[in-house]
């Protein structure tokens, strides 16, 4: 039987965007951050570490999720664009211990520095690991639409044309609502969560595309979450997925 497996760079990241497929399919769940942001004080770290893996458990028992094993690859939060290649590597000894799989990663969106290295770590995976019998699909977070307003389980057609949504039923999405508020430290004004809770928007996901041509639109994450007060710079950002994309390093000599 085919594994499924779904790439979360965040706890809670995995049910906002890939509810479907962990109900849907026994699934691995890859948490590639403990969820603890940088700016957090450092005798409340360990206590917020623990206290969002309990939020996943407990939303995935309201899901109705089928998760069958839990990898974490404690990176921290805001850490794991800087990362890429320690990940590449983690990810390679990981997946390649399946014969097949269907692996989700979230799509590149420039909502979260975080989310667009998982996509890249996934492309330099999916080069080494071409002897095994894996599909490969990304799936919808949040980022600007074309009129530069947050959306939510969009992705765009021009680029994914296999474009399938899931959970649009009401009954969906108030499941997903319910497994959500679980997120209880993420529940504040104007949240990533609070933001999908106040105007739920059904899932979507795709076939990773064979070309890694990065959008070179608006930032989210700058704009509005002002990431770049923590040295994630759009530019720097950028500047160095781009070299990390597969074919793009130079050769060591």
């Known amino acids: 039987m085919t594994e499924s497996i779904v790439i979360a760079p965040h706890p809670d990241d995995e049910v906002l965007g890939c509810s ?58 805001l850490s794991v664009w800087r990362s890429v290649p ?3 590597v983690a990810l390679g000894d990981l997946l390649g211990k399946f014969k097949s799989a269907t692996v989700h990663v979230p799509a590149y969106q420039r909502g979260h520095p975080d989310h667009d290295a998982a996509y890249v770590a996934a492309l330099r995976v999916r080069s080494v690991l071409t002897n095994r019998a894996f599909s490969w699909r990304v799936y919808s977070l949040y980022g600007y639409a074309p009129d530069e307003s947050l959306h939510f389980g969009h992705l765009d057609r021009r680029s994914f044309p296999d474009v399938e949504v899931f959970g649009e039923g009401l009954r969906e999405l108030d499941r997903k ?36 041509i990065i959008d070179p639109g608006v930032s989210f994450y700058e704009r509005e979450l002002d990431f770049a007060r923590h040295g994630a710079r759009v530019a720097e950002v950028d500047a160095l997925l781009e070299r990390l994309l597969p074919g793009r390093e130079p050769r060591q000599a």
Do not use: Y
């Open 20 to 77: 479907s497929v962990l109900r849907e399919s026994a699934t691995t769940v890859v948490l590639l951050s403990d969820g603890v942001p940088p700016w957090t004080p450092g005798d409340d770290v360990n206590a917020l570490r623990q206290r969002r893996h309990h939020e996943c458990e407990a939303a995935w028992e309201t899901l109705g999720a089928r998760v069958k094993d839990v990898v974490e690859m404690g990176l921290r939060d």
């Open 86 to 88: 320690d990940l590449t």
């Open 177 to 212: 609502a319910a497994a959500l508020m679980c997120f209880v430290s993420q529940l504040r004004p104007d949240s990533i969560v609070q933001r999908w809770l106040d105007r739920p928007e059904p899932e979507s996901l795709a076939t990773m595309p064979a070309s890694a």
